[in-house]
């Protein structure tokens, strides 16, 4: 079973939309959770932590729910410029562990 | 300049040759780490350093050999390079477990 799952997508919106993914983990000793922004080609870079119960930066806002074992990523007013993939990503027993990743497209 | 700073950028090659790519930060931090991303597979885990004498293996280890000149440069070693191993590889630095990775702006292997 792979530790860190996300629906690959691709997820098409129209700016403006609110769009949310969810992400599930495996490792229920996992403490840390972050979530990472890639585009095309390019490196992973940190989107947002989350610690807790979750936190909001911005249009973005993160949910931790450990009872269930999943994190989501909710985007609000959505940008061109957000169409990327985005990593889930849990702490392992040593390392961090990455999901594949869940491609957002977001058009005029 | 960027914290992590990979080298080369690009790299194309022959079967057989042995390659290495380097890593330096200038971030101070003890771990280090190298993965190697391919089209739906995610990025992989090939080994992975917390300080200077320690090295350990990741998911896919076999091929490769790392070593950790200092704390801040870590290389990754083909020692016999297959056309499999064309891939995008980045490597990433954290500060301590559990802690979020910083990455190096990859570098793009072709194997020929």
């Known amino acids: 079973r792979k530790e860190v799952e996300q629906d690959p997508g691709p997820f098409n919106v129209p700016e403006g939309a609110t769009v949310a993914f969810n992400c599930t983990y495996s490792?229920?000793?996992?403490?840390?959770f972050f979530w990472y922004r890639q585009d095309c080609r390019k490196e992973p870079k940190l989107l947002m932590s989350v610690y807790s119960s979750g936190n909001e930066d911005g249009r973005f806002t993160a949910q931790l729910n450990r009872a269930s074992q999943y994190i989501s990523l909710l985007i609000r007013d959505s940008k061109l410029s957000d169409s990327a993939t985005y990593l889930c990503?849990?702490?392992?027993?040593?390392?961090?562990?990455f999901g594949k990743g869940t491609m957002l497209l977001v058009s005029p | 300049d960027a914290d992590v700073t990979q080298t080369p950028r690009n790299r194309i090659t022959k079967t057989g040759k042995r390659i290495m790519l380097e890593c330096s930060q200038t971030k101070g931090h003890d771990r280090m780490y190298w993965y190697r991303q391919d089209p739906g597979l995610g990025l992989r885990l090939i080994y992975y350093s917390f300080d200077v004498k320690d090295i350990n293996k990741g998911e896919i280890s076999d091929g490769y050999s790392v070593s950790r000149q200092a704390q801040a440069k870590f290389s990754l070693s083909l020692e016999s390079a297959i056309p499999n191993q064309t891939a995008l590889y980045f490597c990433?630095?954290?500060?301590?477990?559990?802690?979020?990775?910083?990455f190096g702006d990859g570098t793009r292997l072709s194997i020929l």
């Open positions: 990503v849990g702490s392992g027993y040593s390392t961090l562990t």
């Open positions: 990433a630095t954290s500060d301590l477990s559990g802690q979020p990775q910083h």
């Open positions: 490792n229920s000793a996992s403490q840390s």
